[in-house]
């Protein structure tokens, strides 16, 4: 997928986006936005060991989310995105970020919808050396199709879903299609408790079959669902198959989510599990369960299928003026007969917001990423720690500063690098913001 072409997709995927934030009606979708523009410098653009070359950067950056399950259109949209331009030409301009929407569509409540979305960011392409914008790629995974429900008395329920995907890769020989189909047959045990039993099954037929096999994934689970008063969980227990032109390993499928509203503040979110997966839904995996939008540089880049585990907790503390949030994770890409792809992460998120006074406002994030690689010589630590301040100009205008290090410590030390950028911004919040 050339460059030309992702970003045209991305644009076009940000656009409509856009248009539905500013078309649904204020009190039916909570609405959040900011666009800007501004200047930066780094210190150290190729982020080598003697960090010798400095880089003017020019960009225009757009933040926004939408989330809304009120009425036949659902959405849960959220970008995080910046066009970066740099001045000396050390590499050519370059969109980064991320960008994710899921919909439905109810055509007949309760009967029958349809399901778009679309996941757009990047990934590494080597992982053994320095993100930079000659060492990542762009990654769309688009995904849309009908789902059917059925009425099968007042506790019992019957739901057919039909999925068609395609994944793109800018740079890899990994692009692919996906036709896959998913049927739920449930019933309520008691008062918000539902048991179901689910079949899946997927195929991923890849553009170039010289450089990737095809592949088929069935599944088969028993998933639990509950509601309490301030909480809800959803478990899956089963197994699952991959079937291969040269094996068919299977394994054991558990996801567990729980989400727990601890006070009028504060929330917080756990999950884990353990099944197959691949490079394209690892990515979808991160931004959709993870909301890690901007991630870039933990995606596996090898098109076999593989066991992912994982265990993560997401905490949020929010008052009128202040937001806490924190992140922590471990996830590992385990490869059936061991290749040297097989590594683990762990990933530590935090962040705080806070509203100093009508016209004052700053910020602190912290993200420690730690991944080894089970077969090869390498172990990497990754600090990026960031401080932004903002001055309110106006009603809906911003004048803001940001500070960022980032520090990288490698096995290999060619691989290791420090750099400072700095950044002055000017941003506009439109009015159906509800920032």
Do not use: C
């Amino acid at each position: 997928m050339t460059r030309k072409y992702s970003n045209m997709h991305a644009t076009g995927a940000i656009g409509l986006a856009t248009i539905l934030a500013i078309s649904l009606p204020a009190q039916a979708a909570d609405k959040t936005g900011e666009f800007g523009i501004g200047v930066g410098r780094s210190d150290n653009i190729y982020k080598s060991p003697d960090g010798t070359e400095d880089e003017t950067i020019y960009t225009a950056a757009v933040d926004f989310s939408i989330f809304n399950e009120d009425g036949r259109v659902k959405t849960d949209t959220v970008a995080q995105l910046a066009y970066l331009d740099y001045e000396s030409g050390s590499f050519d301009s370059e969109l980064v970020g991320g960008f994710l929407t899921l919909n439905s569509f109810q055509f007949v409540p309760n009967r029958f919808e349809w399901v778009i979305s679309n996941n757009f960011g990047q990934r590494v392409s080597d992982p053994l050396v320095p993100v930079t914008p000659l060492n990542r790629e762009y990654v769309n995974f688009f995904r849309t199709g009908p789902a059917v429900d059925f009425a099968r008395g007042q506790r019992n329920s019957a739901r057919l879903q039909l999925l068609y995907s395609r994944v793109d890769f800018e740079d890899s020989p990994s692009d692919n299609k996906r036709y896959g189909a998913e049927f739920a047959l449930g019933r309520e045990i008691s008062r918000n408790h539902d048991l179901a039993l689910v079949a899946s099954t997927e195929k991923v037929e890849f553009t170039d079959s010289g450089n990737a096999s095809d592949f088929d994934r069935h599944e088969a689970v028993l998933r639990y669902h509950a509601i309490g008063n301030q909480s809800t969980l959803n478990i899956d227990l089963g197994a699952s198959k991959i079937e291969t032109v040269d094996d068919d390993p299977t394994g054991i499928v558990f996801r567990l989510t729980w989400n727990r509203q601890l006070s009028a503040l504060s929330t917080l979110r756990l999950l884990g599990g353990s099944a197959y997966s691949d490079e394209g839904n690892i990515f979808r995996f991160f931004q959709d369960e993870l909301r890690e939008i901007d991630f870039t540089e933990e995606f596996v880049n090898n098109s076999d299928p593989f066991t992912n585990n994982y265990v993560a907790g997401q905490y949020t503390w929010q008052n009128g003026r202040n937001v806490v949030g924190l992140t922590l994770s471990w996830n590992q890409a385990d490869f059936d007969g061991g290749t040297g792809q097989d590594r683990e992460a762990y990933l530590a998120n935090f962040r705080v917001q806070r509203e100093f006074s009508r016209s004052f406002f700053g910020g602190l994030r912290f993200r420690y990423r730690h991944r080894e690689f089970k077969y090869l010589a390498n172990e990497t630590e990754t600090y990026t720690a960031s401080a932004n301040l903002g001055i309110r100009l106006g009603p809906r205008v911003n004048l803001g500063l940001l500070y960022q290090y980032q520090t990288r410590d490698d096995t290999d030390e060619a691989a290791s690098f420090d750099e400072n950028r700095y950044f002055l911004t000017i941003s506009y919040v439109p009015r159906w913001s509800q920032l």
